[in-house]
């Protein structure tokens, strides 16, 4: 098993450009998640999903949209990016319910916006 | 709401010595779940320990342990002899009951650093 993978590593991008950051988890997972990870913030929960066509808003989803057309696949979306999502992302997933609440976690992404 | 508190930003040790990371949480789950991770400089999310509210017993894993209180609402974490291996940023976290208790409520994190 892969795991949770996420793609890019790095990207930089300039203010209004849109991009997708990738998510994909081959342990066929209900419960995807993004979060953002900033400097002494902790990580913070954007988005959540738990199963193929159902998603729900965490505590920062604004400036962010995402789907769940499969299983295995949970793309976050930023439509117009802004300086304020100069971040690190992370992906997540579990079963669900899961046991003892474990989940795992994808190695990030880090994004610039300039 | 939950909530979890870490309240040193920023902690240098020598190598050798002991150091305790501090951990307090709010939530009025009956049922939670307790977690820590450390992320090395490399980035990634290295899992740690999970508690359950239920096992308040406390942990020890090589130079690693944790003391969890329920009276006092902390998760501490104890790393002996510390290494500069163990240079890291680590987050306590949390999350609560039921189909939803996959939403990790995170620390701001204390990064360490261990001086040789």
């Known amino acids: 098993n892969a795991g949770v993978t996420q793609t890019p590593k790095f990207q930089v991008l300039k203010t209004g450009q849109s991009m997708t950051l990738q998510c994909a988890q081959d342990m066929n997972h209900e419960y995807m998640s993004w979060y953002r990870q900033d400097p002494g913030m902790g990580l913070r929960l954007i988005h959540y999903s738990v199963g193929a066509g159902i998603t729900d808003q965490g505590e920062v989803p604004n400036g962010y949209n995402v789907s769940r057309s499969t299983t295995e696949d949970f793309p976050l979306r930023l439509l117009s990016a802004a300086p304020s999502q100069t971040s690190v992302y992370f992906c997540?997933?579990?079963?669900?319910?899961?046991?003892?609440?474990?989940?795992?976690f994808g190695p990030g992404t880090r994004l610039t916006v300039l | 709401a939950q909530k979890v508190t870490q309240a040193q930003t920023e902690i240098s040790v020598v190598e050798k010595e002991d150091v305790t990371l501090d951990c307090v949480y709010e939530?009025?789950?009956?049922?939670?779940?307790l977690f820590w991770y450390k992320q090395p400089p490399s980035g990634e999310l290295v899992f740690l320990i999970r508690r359950n509210s239920f096992d308040e017993q406390n942990e020890i894993s090589g130079r690693y342990s944790w003391n969890f209180q329920k009276s006092t609402s902390s998760f501490n974490f104890t790393i002996t002899a510390s290494q500069v291996v163990d240079s890291a940023v680590y987050f306590c976290?949390?999350?609560?009951?039921?189909?939803?208790?996959?939403?990790?409520?995170f620390g701001p994190g204390t990064r360490l650093s261990v001086l040789p």
């Open positions: 939530t009025r789950d009956t049922t939670y779940y």
């Open positions: 976290a949390l999350s609560g009951s039921g189909n939803y208790g996959q939403n990790f409520v």
């Open positions: 997540a997933s579990s079963y669900l319910p899961s046991r003892d609440n474990e989940q795992f």
